[in-house]
């Protein structure tokens, strides 16, 4: 039997949302802006993996270009970490202030 299969849009439409919903979920889960364009996955983790155990750090890129949008998210696997993440000031990563905010629920 062959299945109809959805358009790749609605596909990647569908994780996004499913994504996103995750992400308001976890509370151990925050923003990271003001990004270098060199910033990738792996320093966003390397960087704030001294305040806790990381389970995922992503940079946004853009879709077309693959360069990054300059901002991203950290999890961590223990939300008690966000506490010393926010309370310093001054993240500097791959030559630039960054800053680290609570995520939003939209």
């Not at 959805?6 to 923003?31: H, N």
């Not at 950290?74 to 791959?94: K, Y």
Request: glycine letters at 8%; a positive charge.
């Amino acid at each position: 039997a062959i299945f109809p299969r959805r358009p790749v849009f609605t596909q990647l439409k569908t994780l996004t949302k499913e994504m996103a919903q995750r992400g308001r979920d976890d509370p151990g889960k925050f923003f990271v802006g003001s990004l270098s364009w060199e910033t990738d996955n792996d320093s966003l983790y390397n960087y704030f993996s001294k305040y806790g155990e990381v389970s995922d750090a992503i940079v946004i890129t853009d879709r077309e270009t693959g360069r990054s949008r300059g901002f991203g998210f950290v999890t961590f696997r223990d939300p008690r970490c966000l506490d010393s993440v926010f309370n310093q000031e001054g993240h500097h990563i791959d030559g630039r202030v960054v800053n680290a905010r609570p995520c939003n629920s939209r």
